[in-house]
């Protein structure tokens, strides 16, 4: 998937979800992160993918992207996109996260 951020992309999550970006990141819920993939998803061309979408469509969308990927890799990806367009401090490690979590399944699974 391709994520990015501008100031408006963030300006207009926090505007709709009502949190800075810090909240709605430690927060996280599925509609918070709903908002932040409307509007940082991008297009081969750097356009919106998600931005005009009708809520049916956006949703649909979700379901399957949760469905190949689950929601907390999206959640990493979308927090990894948001440190590296710099609304979120550089020194979050996604990646060492990302092995955690990876980790925890792994022990799940055996």
Do not use: C, H, W, Y
């Amino acid at each position: 998937m391709n994520i990015q951020f501008r100031a408006r992309d963030v300006a207009k999550a926090e505007k709709v979800l009502n949190m800075s970006i810090e909240n709605i990141v430690a927060d996280m819920k599925t509609t918070s992160l709903i908002e932040l993939l409307r509007v940082g998803m991008v297009n081969e061309n750097g356009g919106k993918l998600l931005i005009d979408k009708s809520d049916d469509e956006l949703f649909d969308f979700v379901d399957q992207v949760f469905r190949e990927q689950g929601k907390v890799e999206i959640m990493l990806q979308v927090i990894e996109a948001l440190v590296d367009s710099g609304f979120l401090p550089r020194e979050l490690k996604v990646a060492k996260f990302r092995e955690k979590v990876q980790a925890a399944a792994n022990t799940l699974a055996e």
